[in-house]
């Protein structure tokens, strides 16, 4: 998802080309003001942190871009383009390490495990019945199979 700061500094097509150029394919893609019920059970592993209520309220700040991309390795390959969660420990050329400047400020967030992007895929869009099923005719280009 890329976050209200990453919409507003307008990085939503920089963002979204860094997956497509490495080859990921987007299944899902929605531009979405957050209610406060989806931030506060999106964000729900860190409701015990002193910090939960400010996050909350910034997610739901301003427009955020849900998506969903497939290929192997996704979530693995995806978390290191995004980089580490506090920007001045992300690497140049990662998400982060290139645009964002603070921890609250970060730009992106990232699904950390397939169980984690089942739910949130759930939670932003309802499920698997709001995603396109198909490939994109470059597959053989990118990908042995």
């Known amino acids: 998802m890329i976050k209200p700061d990453g ?9 979204i080309s860094r997956f497509e150029k490495k080859g990921m394919v987007c299944k899902g893609l929605k531009t979405f003001m957050t ?3 989806v931030a506060e059970e ?14 909350c309220d910034y997610i739901c700040s ?16 995806a978390r290191l383009m995004i980089g580490a969660t ?5 690497a140049p050329g990662t998400i982060r390490g290139d645009l964002a400047v603070e ?4 730009v992106i967030h990232g699904s950390d495990s397939v169980e984690s992007a089942e ?14 099923d198909y490939e994109m005719c470059i597959k053989p280009w ?3 199979e």
């Open 7 to 15: 919409v507003q500094r307008g990085y939503m097509g920089e963002i």
């Open 35 to 37: 209610p406060r019920e």
């Open 42 to 55: 999106h964000y729900k592993d860190l409701s015990s942190k002193p910090f939960f209520g400010d996050l």
């Open 62 to 77: 301003g427009p955020v871009v849900c998506m969903v991309w497939e290929g192997p390795g996704v979530v693995k390959s």
């Open 86 to 90: 506090n920007p001045l420990e992300s």
């Open 103 to 106: 921890v609250g400020r970060n």
């Open 119 to 132: 739910r949130e895929i759930a939670l932003w869009f309802g499920g698997d019945d709001e995603l396109l």
């Open 142 to 144: 990118v990908r042995e």
